[in-house]
């Protein structure tokens, strides 16, 4: 009894061991924010990174791809049978990137990913990235009317026809400045000009069609100007299909549009400073309606050798993981027209693709599948790369994984730091209750009596501590957003700038365990560090003690 | 270190003997401490102090003795050994008819605990404990947790009536700093007390206090006696005191000089 009470008194007047369970206590919070920060991050970055993966993918370097890509994924059903919840395959290929922007040509190099609008969703989240909220529900390549992204003012359609607008406009003005300039009369006639299919490698300096209608002019010397959208064709068109777009067929920009393609936002987007407000703004290079070049290796140069293939595609929608390495190169397209544009369709019209990707139940070993995937299909005879989206990002996932061991090594030596000024100042007690000691043996105390008053009067600091330590860290955890906004404001710096990180809030996650171990761990050292000063406050000798002034 | 010889233990037997009752004056008290060639010394550095050199006593029950002596007489090293908080390095020390000095760590912890109340010069309070929290030490000592929960009323009751009996029932709430010297050791006296003992131990009880308190103390001690049958063993360099007492024991370089009525 005189233990607890002793020990509960000490605690209340030796203000001088609670000023040394500070350092328990920032140790404690330290490590609880430290680890709900970084679980929090790497939480988020796992995730991103797998919804943007899929869990396994097969891979073929060839540039013809895999051939017959159905009964490889048929095959692989054999293998996986119930395991495997759904698979597609995709065509992927480096590309380049060409668009205007307020008259520049700008050239982005880009990984175009040819996918199936419909199964694609089904092996990773693909669909929770797009911006548009009708494409989130049912992605397509279609241009649409509303629910685009309220970062950008306008766009979709509407976005579409003003710019078809404004180009008109423009032309027309060069039109009448042009006549007024070389003195003509008559205003020049809407001019037709055909569709041209595609322009692919060599076919750019193929002669225009026959059919080209005369241009109904009244003077000869009236150059057309080249307006971008009378290149550009109607996506349903296959080239092998020996039939042409129908000559003469007016594109309207304003009511259609290209190959949808779906870019990864850092592609078009930056993030800036308004110099004046110095507020962080919204930079859109180009926006869903606008109409963007993409040239890519076909698979089927003439003798194996490299032909370039390029196509105008409309940008239909934007694609933000908020993984920056990927929405700075990915670009999606529909399956059907990549294979088009690379000419992966042979003549019978099989198509081949470069990847199979497969999304597996939870709680599978993909690991193991990666392996059952690799015996079947060997990679000296298949050349083909199988990886788990684990696999692909291991460098990045190990630094992140040794970042936190690392992290919670130097922060629990803090903590161990701290349990030896808790050795010094309970030397410091026990000689200062040398006497308390003496009357308590006096009075009968066995030894085991007075070393359980310093050890539970050791304890008790490190539950104080560390239970201080976890509510103090529970709230800093709770209140981050918080704090970093203060911290912005007393010292004028952006802790969290929003510029470089997608997140707008610093994501946390508590780990019950983490907690737990942590202030276990805490106490565990305060206790350990009460040790070997009870053990001499319990040997002390009564007549001495009492003698001792 | 000398054995004591045979012939002394043989008379120290004798002088104790309860039947044999020309031995000395005082026979008809039986003795509630008895001693036997007590030897004691200390050790500094390599040299060795003989503080006890030999010391037989018997010390009568239901009475009040004091110890006196010169400073370094040795007197305080024989209380403590009397209070088993130090073992001689020879001879016997009996209580009752029970031999307390080779008794292990455990039963001598609980023997000072259950069996004898001690006081001291410099009062020994504990400063984190309120007057009556220091009253109720030795039966939080004694008790677990649990026990002392389930009797804790009792207790307070004992205690608030020990305190009452010192007079200081006005004072259960204090600390020990806001007492005076007298108080503290009127404490310390009810402490002592918590755990009826038969036997009080006393370290010079006035040797820290002037001469009203002093003598209040003494009027306590001898009230405590009288009352309770209380027998007291009271060591002091005082004279004045020492003739208060029934018995006096005189000390003298470690060996007893007179043990006188």
């Known amino acids: 009894m005189y233990k607890l009470l002793l020990a509960w008194r000490y605690l209340k007047t030796r203000y001088i061991a609670l000023a040394s369970i500070i350092s328990v206590t920032l140790g404690v919070a330290t490590l609880i924010v430290v680890n709900a920060v970084m679980s929090g991050f790497t939480h988020e970055m796992r995730d991103r990174l797998h919804g943007v993966l899929s869990d396994v993918e097969i891979k073929s370097a060839k540039a013809q791809g895999i051939p017959n890509s159905s009964a490889y994924i048929a095959r692989i059903r054999e293998i996986c049978g119930e395991r495997l919840e759904s698979a597609t395959a995709i065509v992927r290929c480096p590309a380049l990137l060409n668009f205007q922007f307020r008259g520049q040509m700008i050239n982005q190099q880009i990984m175009l990913v040819g996918i199936d609008d419909e199964t694609y969703s089904s092996v990773s989240d693909f669909k929770e990235y797009l911006l548009n909220e009708q494409n989130r529900l049912d992605p397509n390549f279609e241009l649409k009317e509303t629910g685009y992204d309220a970062r950008m003012e306008i766009a979709g359609w509407p976005h579409r026809r003003e710019q078809v607008e404004i180009e008109r406009r423009l032309q027309k003005q060069y039109e009448e400045f042009y006549r007024e300039q070389n003195g003509l009369k008559k205003p020049v006639e809407q001019v037709v000009i055909p569709r041209i299919d595609e322009q692919v490698g060599d076919d750019v300096f193929a002669p225009l069609p026959d059919s080209v209608p005369e241009l109904n002019t009244e003077d000869d010397a009236i150059v057309v100007l080249d307006a971008p959208e009378t290149n550009q064709i109607p996506s349903t068109v296959d080239p092998y299909s020996g039939q042409r777009a129908p000559i003469g067929d007016e594109f309207d920009p304003s009511t259609e549009h290209n190959v949808g393609i779906v870019l990864g936002l850092a592609i078009a987007h930056q993030k800036g400073r308004n110099p004046e407000t110095n507020e962080v703004q919204d930079i859109f290079l180009c926006r869903p309606g606008d109409d963007v070049q993409i040239t890519l290796p076909a698979a089927n140069g003439p003798g194996g050798n490299l032909r370039p293939a390029s196509a105008i595609c409309t940008v239909v929608d934007f694609y933000e993981s908020k993984m920056h390495q990927y929405d700075a190169s990915f670009a999606f397209l ?111 105390a066995p030894n085991r009596g007075v070393l359980s008053i310093f050890l539970s009067y050791g304890l008790s600091l490190g539950v104080v501590g560390s239970g201080v330590g976890t509510v103090l860290g529970l709230i800093f955890v709770a209140k981050i957003n918080e704090v970093a906004r ?39 050292i305060a206790v350990l560090a009460s040790v070997l000063p009870s053990f001499r406050a319990s040997r002390l000798h009564p007549v001495e003690a009492l003698r001792y002034e | ?163 009452e009996l010192v007079g200081l029932s006005h ?91």
């Not at chain 2, 031995?23 to 200390?42: A, C, E, N, R, V």
């Not at chain 2, 063993?233 to 000089?257: C, F, Y």
């Open chain 2, 171 to 261: 004072r259960l709430t204090h600390k020990p700093s806001e007492l005076s010297g007298g108080e503290m050791q009127r404490v310390a006296i009810a402490r002592s007390l918590i755990a009826e003992p038969k036997l009080l131990l006393a370290d010079e009880p006035t040797g820290n206090l002037d001469r009203e308190n002093g003598e209040e103390i003494m009027t306590l001690l001898r009230n405590l006696n009288q009352d309770e049958q209380l027998s007291i063993v009271m060591v002091t360099h005082d004279e004045n005191i020492a003739n208060d007492a029934d018995h006096v024991i005189r000390l003298e370089s470690g060996k007893v000089m007179r043990q006188a009525a």
């Open chain 2, 1 to 163: 270190m000398n054995r004591p010889t045979a012939l002394s233990e043989k008379a120290i037997v004798k002088v104790i003997h309860p039947d044999d009752n020309d031995s000395i004056d005082h026979q008809t008290h039986q003795s509630i401490l008895t001693t036997k060639g007590i030897f004691k010394s200390y050790r500094k550095s390599n040299l060795e102090v003989p503080v006890l050199r030999g010391v037989g006593l018997e010390i009568p029950e239901g009475q009040m003795t004091a110890i006196v002596g010169h400073s370094g007489s040795g007197k305080s090293t024989l209380l403590h050994l009397l209070a088993t908080l130090d073992e001689p390095d020879q001879g016997e020390i009996y209580f009752g008819d029970r031999r307390i000095d080779n008794l292990s760590r455990g039963a001598r912890d609980r023997f000072r605990n259950q069996t004898i109340g001690i006081i001291f010069q410099f009062y020994h309070l504990l400063p984190e404990f309120t007057t009556l929290e220091n009253v109720l030490v030795p039966k939080m000592i004694e008790q677990n947790v649990f026990r002392y929960w389930m009797n804790k009323k009792k207790y307070i009751e004992r205690a608030t009536y020990l305190l």
């Open chain 1, 334 to 444: 529909p399956l059907s027209e990549l294979q088009r544009i690379r000419g992966m369709v042979d003549m019978n019209g099989n198509r081949a693709v470069t990847g199979i990707q497969m999304k597996f139940k939870d709680g599978t070993n993909l690991d193991q599948i990666r392996e059952e995937l690799a015996s079947t299909f060997p990679p000296m005879i298949h050349g083909f790369q199988i990886q788990t989206w684990e696999d692909v990002q291991r460098p990045m996932l190990a630094a992140v994984e040794l970042e936190i061991t690392l992290l919670n090594i130097l922060l629990f030596l803090i903590i161990a730091v701290a349990g030896f000024g808790i050795l010094a100042i309970f030397f410091m007690i026990v000689v200062e209750k040398t006497k308390d000691i003496g009357i308590l043996k006096s009075l009968g």
């Open chain 1, 486 to 524: 203060c911290i912005e404001w007393m010292t004028g710096r952006e802790v969290f700038d929003p510029t470089v990180y997608y997140f707008t809030e610093i994501p946390t996650i508590v780990n019950f365990w983490t907690v737990c171990f942590v202030a276990l761990g805490a106490t565990l």
